[in-house]
């Protein structure tokens, strides 16, 4: 079956550090990929998304780049602050409308000022 | 902040006792998604309801049902508890022609069965 694999944490950085979380995923067929995030006590958010191949999602000074031919969707932040501090899951959907996302195990961001 | 909220928000069963999570969705919004969350891991999809029916379900045996009410909001039932049920339970809902950025996630039950 499909399956996302995420880079393991805890990940710590300082403030201004630049961030990658690593991504990879396996899929049958051409899903559409995401980044949640997670802060204490909250629901999953979407970050940002990216439906076909090539295309780049953006939010909040995240990036990702939906690669086909390494199956990776990477997620990038040039400075990160001591509010990015959550914890990051990457996920996929076969398709937009069925809603089904199947998610990695997430990544723990602790930024220390 | 979304308009999913999930009660109870914690909650402590013993191995073999039943359960049931509840869930009210967004307003407006006809699909509901249960996830399990175990600690340290992604959430896993259980199953989604649309318009009071089940419409898909993951790999979770039959003791895990749930019921979709005339409201939408949502139950999320487990039968002969085991003790890997523990876990975060998330509830998320939507319009299925809406895309996912307005998908929506409660904050979810912690549920712990000892």
């Known amino acids: 079956g499909d399956s996302v694999t995420q880079m393991e944490g805890p990940v710590t950085l300082s403030e201004e550090a630049f961030l990658t979380i690593n991504c990879t995923y396996t899929?049958?067929?051409?899903?559409?990929l995401f980044w949640y995030v997670q802060y204490p006590g909250e629901g999953l958010q979407l970050l940002l998304k990216?439906?076909?191949?090539?295309d780049k999602g953006s939010n909040k000074g995240f990036e990702a780049t939906y690669r086909k031919e390494t199956t990776s969707f990477h997620l990038e932040k040039g400075s990160v602050q001591v509010s990015d501090s959550a914890v990051y899951f990457c996920?996929?959907?076969?398709?937009?409308?069925?809603?089904?996302?199947?998610f990695g195990q997430g990544t723990r961001l602790t930024i220390n000022p | 902040e979304t308009g999913v909220t999930q009660s109870p928000t914690h909650l402590i069963k013993t191995r073999g006792q039943q359960v049931t999570l509840r869930c009210s969705s967004q307003s407006g919004h006809n699909t509901v998604s249960w996830y399990q969350q175990a600690l340290g891991q992604g959430p896993q999809f259980i199953f989604q309801?649309?318009?009071?029916?089940?419409?898909g379900r993951g790999n979770f045996p039959p003791r895990f049902s749930g019921l979709q009410f005339p409201n939408y909001s949502s139950e999320l039932n487990v039968n002969a508890l085991e003790l890997d049920d523990s876990a975060l339970y998330l509830c998320a809902s939507s319009l299925p022609r809406d895309g996912y950025e307005k998908l929506f996630f409660g904050s979810g039950t912690q549920l712990s069965v000892l």
């Open positions: 996920a996929l959907s076969e398709q937009e409308g069925a809603q089904k996302l199947v």
């Open positions: 899929a049958t067929g051409y899903p559409s």
């Open positions: 309801y649309y318009r009071e029916e089940e419409n």
């Open positions: 990216a439906t076909k191949a090539d």
